[in-house]
């Protein structure tokens, strides 16, 4: 391949111009005032868990000629995982600062706290790597001017490993997982027209034949994608969904042996996507080695036609009234599974969420869809125990989900007995007799006072007890396992 130009400019997708940090200057940067600093502050200063952190890491790497690709994907990650951090990755340092609103003091405090979070993230993950000083401090500056350029692009050896790695993720975009090699082409800058070739020829260099009726179809379905949209990536993303939804005789069938696990699902995820593992996500590209699966929609679907007479099941949508009271018995109550496959807590009405904020990743159900929009959701326990969760996807076409692990990185565990009962590790209660491989919880949505809580608050006060409901999972009977991850969902 020829010699990269790496993509330092913000995340994703960037068309404006940029300026010596390496970042992104847009002009709406300069009218809009977003963010709270004291609050941001406040959420950005919490030690980040070890735990949280790795999901961060998109895919191992021992190469720095794959770091550029590495970091993109990286900065995708953090965007999600912090609170302004989708600014901080997109904008320059200073129109980064004009993002907030608070005395300068809250300002000069917001912007240091997430400063010194991404020094840290990337500190973990970078560790042993020989080409990252060990007492260097990793801001954006550093690492877009001065540790990037280091790397020889005119190496041989180095530019042999990149044509390594994308022969590699065109292999897993030829069966379906295309972001990973939609990422290392705009990690390295790789103009539109070069994206697009890239992708062609995946089929017609393939071993698969088309004929003339085959070919023009084959053309239609990419003349159709690059009107649909302006932007490069959603334009692949379109053209990958038609073809799932077409299953044109030109595609292949899905080959699972070709496919790695992967970190893009929701924690791209929360690269986990990726996750529910956001693309992103919550450790490598592609998706895991197991047997076909069906999308969580399916499994819903399923699951409510199986259990209509179960009114445990359905959630009851009613408004969220957003002003302060203490009898909790006003607000809607919602039906949540807890997975353990899922990395990430999610919802199916928007309405539920409070500092809802756009976002932009992939998560993969079968095939990668997108993600568009993130909030933060208060819960209340049928044992009292309220718990603020900061990251909740909206996610439309899934059921109502508590990740297992995540609910863990706060500080609310839940865990099974020698008597197969499940307790609340923060109350001591029991909260259910025996279980199943379903645990279903409802909860009260309640209103939250903060713009940006501290993540993992919980609180207990302002709670009436109701004596007839002593337990707060609901177990339904049927075994299922969990459409992301192929794994028994519960416990």
Known sequence: MSTPIVNTEGTRSSSSSSDSFGSVI???ARNMRVHRADAIALSASQVMSRSRIEKLNPFEFKDEALFPEWYYCFKQNFSSAVPSGSE????????YRLSFYGSGEAIDTAVTAVQHQFNNCLK?????????????FLNRDYVENALIPKIDWTSEMNLSKIDRRQYDLRKMAFHGDYQPLMDHLLAYSVSPQDIWRTFRQLFTLSSIKMNHKQLKQFCE???EAKESSDDIEQQITNWYNEMEDSKPSWRPMKDNALQNDSKYDMTRTMGNNHHAKASGRYGKHGNSRKKPFNSNSEVYTSARSKHSNNERFVADK?????????????????I???????EVHTVNDKSLLTNVRPISQTINIGNPRPVDTIGTLKIQFKDGHQQILPDVYYI?????????????????????????????????????GNTDRTIKIPVTILPIDQEFPNEGISDTSNFQSDPETQNIFEISTPP?????TGDFVGL
């Open 221 to 223: 379905s990419i003349t």
């Open 336 to 342: 949540f599974i807890l997975d353990t496959g899922s």
């Open 396 to 432: 439309p076409y899934l059921p109502n989900i508590l990740s297992f692990h995540g609910l863990g990185d706060i500080g609310l565990p839940v865990s099974i007995n020698e008597n197969r009962e499940v307790i609340n590790t923060h109350t001591q209660q029991v909260v259910s």
């Open 26 to 28: 847009d002009s709406t």
């Open 480 to 484: 299922s396992t969990d459409p992301l």
């Open 88 to 95: 901080f990755c997109e904008y320059s340092f200073e129109d």
């Open 318 to 334: 009613t408004i969220l009234h957003m002003s302060k009271n203490e009898d909790v018995s006003i607000y809607s109550t919602c």
């Open 124 to 136: 973990i993950l970078l560790d042993k790597k020989p080409f990252v000083k060990r007492n260097q």
